[in-house]
T-cell receptor, first 116, second 113 residues
Framework: GAVVSQHPSWVICKSGTSVKIECRSLDFQATTMFWYRQFPKQSLMLMATSNEGSKATYEQGVEKDKFLINHASLTLSTLTVTSAHPEDSSFYIC????????????FGQGTRLTVV | GQNIDQPTEMTATEGAIVQINCTYQTSGFNGLFWYQQHAGEAPTFLSYNVLDGLEEKGRFSSFLSRSKGYSYLLLKELQMKDSASYLCAVRDRGAGGYNKLIFGAGTRLAVHP
């Protein structure tokens, strides 16, 4: 299957700082990328959907000014957690799919964010 | 609204067969996926159903009934490495016309010797 690379795998940051997470599709053009958050022993909760070159569509309850998403190219999307707080500590996962025939989205490895 | 239900936990014996059920309610159904997820890792794709019936892939099979809003994942010849969470996800066509995956809470399967 296609490869999606997410970086970093884990990050620890101080409260009030911002953290950027990158999601790259390595061998295909990702017209759409999805960002999820997963708390321990819970399922993936979709945060937002981003299409290349346009603004992200956020799910209800997700603050777009806190979770900044940029999808500037067909192979890269970034999620920036601004003014991070301990309650933002979670596992963040991206997935990417190409336009047209692809039936599945491919997931990155995930990023474990810990805010102290 | 959207709702996906699956059992929280299941246990099974090595070598046996286990069936994990999933029921869903969604307004814009456009396919159902099953993913496997080990703790601390990203989900990996197992199967995809968009039409009614059974899809078989090696030790894994997935069934879909759209009229009943029901799917199951069947795992045969269980191995210890199959201990993981299994996520049922429905692809839903949202109000904006684009597809998104809605995940169930996952079923944690424990395989015992």
């Amino acid at each position: 299957g296609a490869v999606v690379s997410q970086h970093p795998s884990w990050v620890i940051c101080k409260s009030g700082t911002s953290v950027k997470i990158e999601c790259r599709s390595l061998d295909f053009q990702a017209t759409t990328m999805f960002w999820y958050r997963q708390f321990p022993k819970q399922s993936l909760m979709l945060m937002a959907t981003s299409n290349e070159g346009s603004k992200a569509t956020y799910e209800q309850g997700v603050e777009k000014d806190k979770f900044l998403i940029n999808h500037a190219s067909l192979t890269l999307s970034t999620l920036t957690v601004t003014s991070a707080h301990p309650e933002d500590s979670s596992f963040y996962i991206c997935s990417a799919k190409s336009h047209g025939t692809a039936t599945e989205a491919f997931f990155g490895q995930g990023t474990r964010l810990t805010v102290v | 609204g959207q709702n996906i239900d699956q059992p929280t936990e299941m246990t099974a014996t090595e070598g046996a067969i286990v069936q994990i059920n999933c029921t869903y309610q969604t307004s814009g159904f456009n396919g159902l996926f099953w993913y496997q997820q080990h703790a601390g890792e990203a989900p990996t794709f197992l199967s995809y159903n968009v039409l009614d019936g059974l899809e078989e892939k090696g030790r894994f099979s997935s069934f879909l009934s759209r009229s009943k809003g029901y799917s199951y994942l069947l795992l045969k010849e269980l191995q210890m490495k199959d201990s993981a969470s299994y996520l049922c996800a429905v692809r839903d066509r949202g109000a904006g016309g684009y597809n998104k995956l809605i995940f169930g809470a996952g079923t944690r399967l424990a395989v015992h010797p």
